[in-house]
T-cell receptor, first 115, second 113 residues
Framework: AQTVTQSQPEMSVQEAETVTLSCTYDTSESDYYLFWYKQPPSRQMILVIRQEAYKQQNATENRFSVNFQKAAKSFSLKISDSQLGDAAMYFCAYYSTSGTYKYIFGTGTRLKVLA | DGGITQSPKYLFRKEGQNVTLSCEQNLNHDAMYWYRQDPGQGLRLIYYSQIVNDFQKGDIAEGYSVSREKKESFPLTVTSAQKNPTAFYLC????????????FGQGTRLTVV
């Protein structure tokens, strides 16, 4: 069974600085998708970025980028120029495309942004 | 506007009572999911459905039941057999195959007293 691990329960970053959130996953599949979601205090889940496993190029969305290392099964999220509005829970998610077709989430990392 | 709607936002029930959480989507998505969120445990999958009239158990299905009679709707019933039902429940939907992300409702906070 696939698993997603986020080993950092909480992280802090100074405003305007850069922070990297870690995510590792375990799978025997070759085709899958990976996602980072943000959950602010409102608890609404918001997609931050997605990565297709077959693409070698790392995905980027404005200040957000990923470091996808398929062989190492690692999918970290880098937030550049951190803003106060980035403070939230961040969840890493895996989607299987070969049989189970479900989203599996990690336990989350709470990001604090210090002014 | 297309989206996914959960209701109610807050729900209080007495211990031993069954309660049903509503989830409706107008995104024309085939797949729908129910997750439970507890502090420090992330999102845990309760049930999911990839097509009408079919659904599968997730990792923590005991004490819960679902139905999928319509593409748009995927209600979750929390039964009296669920030992610790107080939690935040999230419903999501997606196209089948994962080429888009899962879209989430605003969640229902269930408190059992």
């Amino acid at each position: 069974a696939q698993t997603v691990t986020q080993s950092q329960p909480e992280m802090s970053v100074q405003e305007a600085e850069t922070v990297t959130l870690s995510c590792t996953y375990d799978t025997s599949e070759s085709d899958y998708y990976l996602f980072w979601y943000k959950q602010p205090p409102s608890r609404q889940m918001i997609l931050v970025i997605r990565q297709e496993a077959y693409k070698q190029q790392n995905a980027t969305e404005n200040r957000f980028s990923v470091n996808f290392q398929k062989a190492a099964k690692s999918f970290s999220l880098k937030i550049s120029d951190s803003q106060l509005g980035d403070a939230a829970m961040y969840f890493c998610a895996y989607y299987s495309t070969s049989g189970t077709y479900k989203y599996i989430f990690g336990t989350g990392t709470r990001l604090k942004v210090l002014a | 506007d297309g989206g996914i709607t959960q209701s109610p936002k807050y729900l209080f029930r007495k211990e031993g009572q069954n309660v049903t959480l509503s989830c409706e989507q107008n995104l024309n998505h085939d797949a729908m999911y129910w997750y439970r969120q507890d502090p420090g445990q992330g999102l845990r999958l309760i049930y999911y459905s990839q097509i009408v009239n079919d659904f599968q158990k997730g990792d923590i299905a005991e004490g819960y039941s679902v139905s999928r009679e319509k593409k748009e709707s995927f209600p979750l019933t929390v039964t009296s057999a669920q030992k610790n039902p107080t939690a935040f429940y999230l419903c999501a939907s997606s196209s089948f195959g994962g080429d888009t992300e899962a879209f989430f409702g605003q969640g229902t906070r269930l408190t059992v007293v």
